[in-house]
Each structure stands twice: as C-alpha cells, then as structure tokens.
T-cell receptor, first 115, second 115 residues
Framework: GAGVSQSPSNKVTEKGKDVELRCDPISGHTALYWYRQSLGQGLEFLIYFQGNSAPDKSGLPSDRFSAERTGGSVSTLTIQRTQQEDSAVYLC?????????????FGSGTQLSVL | DQQVKQNSPSLSVQEGRISILNCDYTNSMFDYFLWYKKYPAEGPTFLISISSIKDKNEDGRFTVFLNKSAKHLSLHIVPSQPGDSAVYFCAASGFMSSNTGKLIFGQGTTLQVKP
C-alpha cells in the first residue's frame, strides 16, 4: 500500500499478557517512529529507528517495552506483562530520511485495551 | 512536564468564520514547529510548519503565526469549513532532538465547525 500500515487495528488483552504491535512503513522511508496517545493526552514519543543506526529508545516508559525493526522495514513494538496504564492508541510513523524538517506520515494506529 | 501545551481542549466556530487554535511552549531550544490534523480512527496528517527564523507561514486557508518572545504559536483557518472539524495537534522539535524528526506534541484541540 501507499501509506503506513499498522496491525492489528484493535487489540484487547488481559493484564499480564504480552502483546505485539506491527508497523509497515512507506516503502523507501528509512526513518520510523513509534508514538502513543493515552486518553486525553498528546502524542508521546516512544522510539525512533533510522537506517542501520542504533535506535533512540529514550521515550520507552519501562523495560517492559521493546521494539525492533527487521531489514530496515517492518517494525514490531512488544509490550510484556501489560498493565492497565498501557491502554492507549499506539501510532507508527515514517519519514524519508528522518530530518527535523520532514513531515511524518502516520498509520491509523492500534487501539490497545488492557483489561 | 508538558513542554508543549494546548490549553483549549475544544473550539466551536461557525462555517465561514475564522478558527484560531493556540499553542504555548516552554523550551527555548525548540526551533521548528508543526501542526497536524487528526480525524477519528485515522492517524495524524501534516498540515503546516514554521521555522523559528520566520514569524508567519501561510498555505491556502491555513496560516501559522509564531511569537518567539512569548513562546506562543497559533494556527488560523479562514474561512473555516465543516471538513476542518478534527483534532489539531501542535508539535515542536529542537536541537536537542539532534537531526531527527522526534517531535514533542501538545494534547490537541478538537475543532468543530458548524454548518
């Protein structure tokens, strides 16, 4: 497809379970970002990948959160031992090379609900 | 510590009138500002941006004004149309983000344009 694709669109899980969220960026985009939006909050930066460089993990809220990007394309965000406060919309974005003046292209997000 | 603040959660205007959305920031290192628009169940889409070397940027019906001394920016939409009804996010980046597109977002303002 032409845009950023995220799956699943909705995920309901029980507290303590692990979840995996997937992001397929725009073809050719080397920069990939994960953000999350909790209810009533703005978008919160989680992690940034750029090419083969080490990812910027400075936004990950705890060590239960991890992400990887395989082959410079698809990315997976994993949340282990989910907690109710993890409930949010998780948004993935990509850009061509990752400079500050570039616009980000966002996917539609994954709505995660932890019961 | 909310570095980018949108103090009005919602705004309602009549079709054809001007919509003014406001955003304040606290970090003087921010030097690039963007507005994103988000419809329900979709990811945010880029709307307009401004560099700190400018105080105004215009794109069709959308104009962003930047007041660096007040650490304030605003988005003007004129004339407003019902299709403009969406959540608007203000975002900022600065030198501390290195050369990445890592953005700090505000909480968003929901704009409703009434026919």
């Amino acid at each position: 497809g032409a845009g950023v694709s995220q799956s699943p669109s909705n995920k309901v899980t029980e507290k303590g379970k692990d979840v995996e969220l997937r992001c397929d960026p725009i073809s050719g985009h080397t920069a990939l970002y994960w953000y999350r939006q909790s209810l009533g909050q703005g978008l919160e930066f989680l992690i940034y990948f750029q090419g083969n460089s080490a990812p910027d993990k400075s936004g990950l809220p705890s060590d239960r959160f991890s992400a990887e990007r395989t082959g410079g394309s698809v990315s997976t965000l994993t949340i282990q031992r989910t907690q109710q406060e993890d409930s949010a919309v998780y948004l993935c974005a990509s850009s061509l090379v990752g400079t500050r003046s570039e616009k980000l292209f966002f996917g539609s997000g994954t709505q995660l609900s932890v019961l | 510590d909310q570095q980018v603040k949108q103090n009005s959660p919602s705004l309602s205007v009549q079709e054809g009138r001007i919509s003014i959305l406001n955003c304040d920031y606290t970090n003087s290192m921010f030097d690039y500002f963007l507005w994103y628009k988000k419809y329900p169940a979709e990811g945010p889409t880029f709307l307009i941006s401004i560099s700190s070397i400018k105080d105004k940027n215009e794109d069709g019906r959308f104009t962003v004004f930047l007041n660096k001394s007040a650490k304030h920016l605003s988005l003007h939409i004129v004339p407003s149309q019902p299709g403009d009804s969406a959540v608007y996010f203000c975002a900022a980046s600065g030198f501390m983000s290195s050369n990445t597109g890592k953005l700090i977002f505000g909480q968003g303002t929901t704009l409703q344009v009434k026919p």
